[in-house]
């Protein structure tokens, strides 16, 4: 798949030591940024650092037909459907690194990217002390617009149970999904799941799916 291991050493450099009010995982995040992976816990509870696997098989279905008893099996999303945010996409980010001046834009680190699904001029300028090299600040910025796009369409439902076919939903696994009700069908790509119950509705689970692809490091 599209795993990769993040290594470093140097821990005594100032960019490698957490910053004042950083939160351990705000610190994880901000390497992981350097680095060009992502972190995540996984269905055990364990930290993984790695890059999304879109090429593996589906591992759960998710189905909401319109007319559930012509297929068998029927439909399992009890609730949800999709989220959209295409308003708050940048059409550019452009990241300036460490400068020993005032002036954020004289730093000699720095590197625009465009996101090619905006056509509206909106640009977003971040200065970030961290970045030391000009492929830093490209990576930099590179994640920061595939964060919006992946934020712009989102699938989200629930579903009754924690797991299906013996298996526990996770984080980095794919689902084939066919819900007709907004028409929508294809392989989607799981950024998040909360595992959560009661004593009328039992434990049910709610999922967060992106489109394969929508994750860019």
Wanted: aromatic share 10%.
């Amino acid at each position: 798949g599209g795993r990769r291991a993040a290594t470093w050493s140097g821990c005594a450099s100032p960019r490698r030591r957490p910053g004042v009010g950083e939160t351990c995982w705000e610190f994880i995040d901000r390497h992981c940024r350097r680095f060009g992976v992502m972190p995540w816990i996984d269905a055990e509870g364990r930290l993984v650092i790695s890059s999304p696997d879109y090429a593996q098989e589906p591992l759960f279905q998710l189905r909401r037909y319109l007319d559930p008893t012509a297929h068998p099996g029927g439909n399992n999303i009890e609730k949800g459907g999709f989220t959209e945010a295409w308003g708050s996409l940048s059409s550019e980010c452009t990241v300036y690194g460490r400068t020993h001046g005032q002036d954020a834009t004289r730093s000699p680190f720095h590197a625009t990217e465009t996101n090619p699904n905006v056509s509206v001029y909106r640009p977003l300028v971040l200065h970030d002390q961290t970045v030391r090299s000009v492929e830093e600040a490209q990576r930099r910025a590179r994640r920061e617009l595939n964060r919006q796009n992946e934020a712009a369409f989102a699938l989200e439902y629930e579903i009754a149970g924690h797991g299906q076919g013996g298996l526990v939903w996770a984080i980095d696994t794919t689902v084939d999904v066919v819900d007709e009700a907004i028409g929508v069908e294809g392989i989607y790509y799981v950024t998040s799941r909360t595992f959560t119950g009661d004593g009328k509705r039992g434990p049910w689970t709610r999922l967060r799916l992106v489109p394969l692809g929508a994750i860019t490091l």
